[in-house]
Structures are given as structure tokens and as C-alpha cells.
């Protein structure tokens, strides 16, 4: 666990230290110049039902999509001869995947100096993140700061750079991931690179502290936007603390790991659509499903929905050159396996935990947030 960071001069006049202290150091919400999760952050929060229901739309779309592509008639019978008794082993692969991403989490919750959240409630909490993926552009996913706010009182400023640490720290996994087939593949290079430099620079320009400390003090000296700085302190020595390169190199490690089971997993479909059960099958699902994770974030698009699907089937028209039908068939069960999978654990647990809901519905919040 990392000690409290003290920043001296004046940010530790203003309790910014607090951000990365434990609760007995952390300063009470109600003496910050912000709380937690202030009405500035809630208006950034996205309209969650209609995004849902955005996510789940465009998610029929593309399965129809891809159905009618692939000729329906061929892919049913493609389906019916799959042997399912080989996908509750893709879902083992799927939720070794999230046990290993759940680690990282409570880590960088840890890391942050939040010991009052039990693992059982922070896992919870990371289930309940789940569906948060298919809203436009994952916003949605800025929840999770403020349930963390919520149940551990870790500042709202705080916690959303755990979101962003985990959103980089999956995309460095997954381009590695992706390395051997894009070498392969010269064509990709220019994308995978795009994406590599954009995810390094956040992580390089975030330790610049001298520069980032600069230029938010020279920011409070500005009429009216001065007033409004203060909680990018906190979101700052946050971020600071979370891409030091230590806690880097862990989270990217689990974050490695962690997409290669959902690489067998995606394997595993192969085999039962016909395909070799070989070590070269096994290297391409891997890079096939990495690179098309990255597609999908890059999208920007509810759950990467339509540029992750349309991903997977090329680039397995492209390695493998199954049958259309097969590579449809292969993307629509990893994607149910993956996605959907996920998007139904966490409905679950909002199901099981309407306390994720009390204090939006407490403070008339519903109609800007769950709504």
C-alpha cells in the first residue's frame, strides 16, 4: 500500500492531500469547496435509461445486421450444429476475466488509500459497472466514482480516475495482446500505433507534475474559472498516483492476463464451429479478439457495438477465412459470452442492491442520472 501523499505549499493548505490519504487522514466532504460528487459532476452523468436502452437497440441492429450479411438460413444451421456444451467453458474463460479485473480495481482503490470498503461491497460495486460499458461512449461508467464516493467517501474527483486508469490499463493489455498478429498484419500498424501512443501519452503527461501543478495553479488565479479548479486537484494527484509506473506495470500485467482467458475462451467457440484445434487458431482468436477490443473503444459507440462485431468477423475473413456464416456465428457467441454476459451480471446485482439507487432517488436525481 502506498503512504499518504502530503503535496506541499498551497494545494496542502486546501486539504487536497486528503485525496490520497486514508479515512482517518481524509478530510469530511462537507469541509472540501466541493463535495464529493457535486452538482457539476452530476450533470456529466449520462441519462442511464436512455443510454441503456441506446446500447440494447444497437445491439439488436448489429446481430440482425450481421444474421441478414450472412445469409440467415446458413447461419441457423451453423448455430444448431454448435455444441453448446462447449460455451459454459467460453463463460469460465469470461469470468476469470473479470475476477483477474476485479483485482485490479479494489488495487487501485487501495492504492488510493480506501481501506473501508470490504472486497465482497467493491466487487459489487464493479459488477454493478457492467452494463455502464454499453451507454455512449461508456460515460456511463462515471458512475462508478460516485457509488465509490458513496460507500467508501472517497472524494467523487478521486475516483473517477480509477475508471480511466482501468479503461488505459485495458487497452495497453489488449495492444499487447494484439502484437503478434498486427506484426503479421502490417496493415494494422497504423491504427495499433495511433492507439499505443494516444494510451502512453495520458500515462507520460500525467507524471509531468511540475508542469500539470503549474498550470492548475495559474488556472485559480483566473476570474470565475478559479472557483471551479479546485476539484481537478483532487482528480489530479489521483491520476498522479495511479500511473506511477509501479501500479502501471501491476495493472497492465493483470490486465494482460486477464483478456488472454477471454482469448481462449474465444478459441474455445472456434473449435466448436469446426476450425483446427491448433496453436495457431488459439494465437489469431487471441489477437483477433484483443484488436477487435481495441476497435470497439476507439469507436466510442455503446459497448463498442457494430466496430467491435464488424472487427471480429474481418479480421477472422481475413486469418482464418471461415465460411461467412462461421465468422458470424463466432462473433455473435463470443460477444454474448463477453458483452452480454457481463451486461446481465450486472443487472443483477442493481436487482440485488437497490442501495446503488437510494441516494439518486433521495436527492431527485433519478430523472438526471437513472433515467
Not at 445491439?59 to 438460413?73: H, P, Q
Not at 482468436?285 to 469507436?299: D, E, M, P, Y
Amino acid at each position: 500500500m502506498a503512504p499518504p501523499v502530503k503535496t506541499p505549499g498551497p494545494l496542502q493548505a486546501k486539504g487536497w492531500y486528503a485525496v490520497a490519504a486514508p479515512p482517518e487522514l481524509r478530510q469530511d466532504p462537507a469541509e472540501m469547496s466541493l463535495p464529493p460528487y457535486s452538482s457539476t459532476a452530476k450533470t456529466r452523468l449520462p441519462n442511464l435509461r436512455n443510454g441503456l436502452m441506446i446500447g440494447f437497440g444497437l445491439g439488436l441492429l448489429v446481430t440482425l445486421g450481421l444474421a441478414f450479411w450472412s445469409d440467415m438460413s446458413a447461419l441457423r444451421v451453423t448455430l444448431s450444429r454448435f455444441p453448446w456444451e462447449i460455451f459454459p467453458l467460453t463463460l469460465v474463460c469470461t469470468l476469470f476475466n473479470y475476477v483477474l479485473r476485479f483485482v485490479k480495481w479494489h488495487f487501485y482503490v487501495r492504492w488510493l488509500g480506501v481501506t473501508n470498503l470490504p472486497a465482497l461491497r467493491s466487487a459489487r460495486l464493479f459488477v454493478a459497472g457492467f452494463p455502464l460499458a454499453v451507454t455512449p461512449g461508456k460515460v456511463g461508467e462515471a458512475l462508478k466514482a460516485f457509488w465509490l464516493s458513496e460507500w467508501s467517501g472517497l472524494p467523487f474527483a478521486s475516483g473517477l480516475p480509477i475508471v480511466i486508469a482501468e479503461r488505459i490499463s485495458d487497452g495497453l493489455a489488449v495492444l499487447i495482446l494484439s502484437l503478434l498478429g498486427v506484426i503479421t498484419y502490417p496493415r494494422l500498424w497504423p491504427g495499433f500505433l495511433a492507439v499505443l501512443l494516444a494510451l502512453l501519452g495520458v500515462v507520460v503527461v500525467s507524471q509531468i507534475r511540475p508542469l500539470a501543478l503549474w498550470i492548475l495553479s495559474r488556472m485559480e488565479t483566473f476570474p470565475v474559472l478559479g472557483a471551479r479548479i479546485h476539484p481537478l486537484h483532487g482528480f489530479y494527484e489521483a491520476s498522479y498516483r495511479l500511473f506511477r509506473p509501479g501500479p502501471t506495470l501491476i495493472a497492465v500485467s493483470l490486465g494482460t492476463v486477464s483478456w488472454l482467458g477471454e482469448g481462449v475462451g474465444f478459441f474455445l467457440i472456434l473449435r466448436g464451429l469446426g476450425m483446427p484445434n491448433s496453436v495457431n487458431t488459439l494465437v489469431l482468436a487471441v489477437f483477433v479478439l484483443a484488436f477487435s477490443t481495441v476497435v470497439g473503444a476507439v469507436s466510442a459507440l455503446p459497448g463498442g457495438l457494430g466496430a467491435a462485431e464488424a472487427s471480429l468477423t474481418g479480421l477472422l475473413l481475413l486469418t482464418l477465412a471461415p465460411p461467412h456464416a462461421v465468422a458470424v456465428a463466432a462473433t455473435l457467441l463470443i460477444r454474448l459470452g463477453t458483452l452480454w454476459f457481463g451486461v446481465g451480471l450486472g443487472l443483477l446485482v442493481w436487482i440485488a442492491t437497490p442501495s446503488l439507487w437510494h441516494r439518486l432517488e433521495r436527492n431527485g436525481e433519478t430523472s438526471d442520472v437513472a433515467r
